[in-house]
């Protein structure tokens, strides 16, 4: 029951600090666009990457997966690759959001709309 009133005394602090806290979510949305992270299926014949704002920035299918002529295999090749570059991304999002929420003086685990 305590730990419910720490965290509304975490929330009350962020209100205080709204104006730097926009800033700083600003910024953590470009570093995010920043972060591309790769993802890949059938031993590289599908690479997918995407950025750690969960948009597909590339992707790349291989001569070798072309010539296989196989279109339900390509897409599940491509499903593959994407949902791996995605998982990533999801991975290197929380990773800033949680570096933005320890900068902010947020306790471990509280969730913030907007932070993931």
């Known amino acids: 029951m305590f730990e419910m009133f720490k965290n509304m005394g975490a929330m009350a602090g962020l209100l205080r ?3 730097k806290i926009q800033e700083e979510m600003a910024r953590m949305q470009a570093r995010l666009a920043q972060i591309v992270v790769e993802g890949d299926a059938g031993a590289g014949m599908v690479k997918a ?3 750690a704002k969960m948009e597909l920035v590339g992707l790349t299918i291989s001569d070798e997966a072309m010539k296989l002529n196989d279109r339900e295999m390509l897409e599940d090749l491509v499903k593959g690759a994407v949902n791996q570059a995605f998982a990533k991304a999801r991975e290197a999002m ?3 959001t949680g570096k933005l ?4 003086g947020l306790p471990p685990g509280i969730k913030v709309p907007g932070l993931g």
Do not use: R
């Not at 929420?101 to 902010?104: H, K, P, Q």
């Open 17 to 19: 600090n709204l104006p």
């Open 49 to 51: 990457k995407a950025n």
């Open 94 to 96: 929380a990773a800033e």
């Open 101 to 104: 929420g320890e900068s902010l």
